[in-house]
T-cell receptor
Framework: DSGVTQTPKHLITATGQRVTLRCSPR?????VYWYQQSLDQGLQFLIQ???????AKGNILERFSAQQFPDLHSELNLSSLELGDSALYFC???????????FGQGTRLTVV | GESVGLHLPTLSVQEGDNSIINCAYS??????FIWYKQESGKGPQFIID?????DKRQGQRVTVLLNKTVKHLSLQIAATQPGDSAVYFC???????????FGKGTRLSVIA
């Protein structure tokens, strides 16, 4: 158990819909990262938050947004969903400095 | 752009043999490197890390080697076991708590 909790584990929704993925980081970790992993692909960095503020942005679509709340949990919002958005979405958290990121078990999103 | 990549997409080894998974990185500013293991349906799991001021680090049955001259990273797994079957990712991090950049991954298959 990495200490990072993601909900839901599975999500099936229709094209055009909007979903929210939730992540609770490890206790004490201020950084939260979101990654997208398509079938048999690597992990594509989407966005990072540090202590409530956006720290870095990757290849995140304009239809996607995220935020980190005062209690440090984070949500990733995906809107106007397309079939190609079907993927595993991982959240990771880390402490200060160059430390390893701990990953949650992911949310498998299927857009039909 | 700068990226992290892997030499081999798949690797099959006999149980009991040693495995070597390679990774090339191109960002000379990266100073922290991590190997992750991802089993089917699970999130990436930290295996071992190494900072740029080192060229070798050993863990339990795993060794990471870093060659900064040629920007090459390798993961050696001794006495490979069926439980080692997974996809292995290398990741790099620059100073400043920037997000981890992942390579595409190498699938390790252990033949019993």
């Amino acid at each position: 158990d990495s200490g990072v909790t993601q909900t839901p584990k599975h999500l099936i929704t229709a094209t055009g819909q909007r979903v929210t993925l939730r992540c609770s980081p490890r206790s004490g970790d201020l950084s939260v990262y979101w990654y997208q992993q398509s079938l048999d692909q690597g992990l594509q960095f989407l966005i990072q938050y540090y202590n409530g503020e956006e720290r870095a942005k990757g290849n995140i679509l304009e239809r996607f947004s995220a935020q980190q709340f005062p209690d440090l949990h984070s949500e990733l919002n995906l809107s106007s969903l397309e079939l190609g958005d079907s993927a595993l979405y991982f959240c990771a958290s880390s402490g200060q400095g160059n430390t390893e990121a701990f990953f949650g078990q992911g949310t498998r999103l299927t857009v039909v | 752009g700068e990226s992290v990549g892997l030499h081999l997409p798949t690797l099959s080894v006999q149980e009991g043999d040693n495995s070597i998974i390679n990774c090339a990185y191109s960002n000379s500013a990266s100073d922290y490197f991590i190997w992750y293991k991802q089993e089917s349906g699970k999130g990436p799991q930290f295996i071992i890390d190494i900072r740029s001021n080192m060229d070798k680090r050993q863990g339990q049955r795993v060794t990471v080697l870093l060659n900064k001259t040629v920007k090459h990273l390798s993961l050696q797994i001794a006495a490979t076991q069926p439980g080692d079957s997974a996809v292995y990712f290398c990741a790099e991090l620059n100073s400043g708590n920037t997000p981890l950049v992942f390579g595409k991954g190498t699938r390790l298959s252990v033949i019993a």
